[in-house]
């Protein structure tokens, strides 16, 4: 294995048939670099669409077939840790009879982890062509899929838990926010499960037919991750539905405590508005004044008694 390689060297490797060559590109976000043009188109000969299509293009999860070489886009799914967005890391390939190339803007993960064995163990680990290598990015593009769904169901448990005990209009954004992540992931999942499928079942030169059957078994791990993904959305819905619940229950529960208040205050103040609290006038005669004393003491304690006792009776009856 070689980490470093001149174009002259990597053009001899790739003209032995019984070797495997890997060549991974990676540019950064901001745009293609030149060097990486010229090795696509100088070195191995792709076709100019071809090469346009990786350098060039942001495309849905595809498979073209070139003849001697095919040319594959596939995504790895991961979840910001901060924002729930959902954060696609594109990666495309062309896959030929001993050779891979890899091209991706930006670190990915498994990829670095796959380089890192094969420097541990070069002839075990590409010993099995170039076509079982792509295998083995695939089926690690998906577990990282997986640990993505992983992810928003751990978030949906959040906000349920949140929702029980206290929501808010936060709770609520977050929803939303897990909802369009879920969305965006299920269409990702559609066209990469026809991309292994194809892979798995079409005739194409650089794969060998023993090994067709490796990606079956990732189409069949995208299917079932394609299904979870379709329960992911029920259960964000079921979170919706729950908040809505909560919130109603809040607000009945508080217009209940509102209408109590009111009611017990309404005989105080029918009291109040039939006498007008009017008992001594000028009169400062104590026998005078004697009738409306009492009169006043038996408004007051009506006044005081009353809520006390209507909420003695709306307990009795478990209105609250």
Known sequence: MHLEWSTEELETALNDADGTVWVDIEDPVEGPSQDAENILRDVFHFHPLAIEDALKETHVPKIDDWGDYIYVVFHASAIDPQTDDLVLQELDVFLGLNFLVTYHTGAMAF??????????????????????????????????SLKAIEVLDERIDDIQDQIIAWPSPESLQNIFQIKRSAIHLQKTFSPQREVLNRLARDPYKPVKEAHRVYFRDVYDHIVRIHDISESLRDLIAGTLDTYLSVMSNRTNEIMKTLTLVTVMFMPMSFIVGFWGMNFFGESL??????????LFLGSLAVMCLSPILMLVYVRRRRWF
């Open 111 to 144: 990829l670095d982890d796959d380089r890192q064995a094969i420097q541990h163990d070069p002839r075990d680990r590409m010993k099995d062509g170039a076509d079982h290598l792509l295998f083995r990015f695939l089926e690690r593009a998906v577990d990282q």
């Open 285 to 294: 005669a104590f026998k005078a004044a004697m009738p409306k004393v009492a």
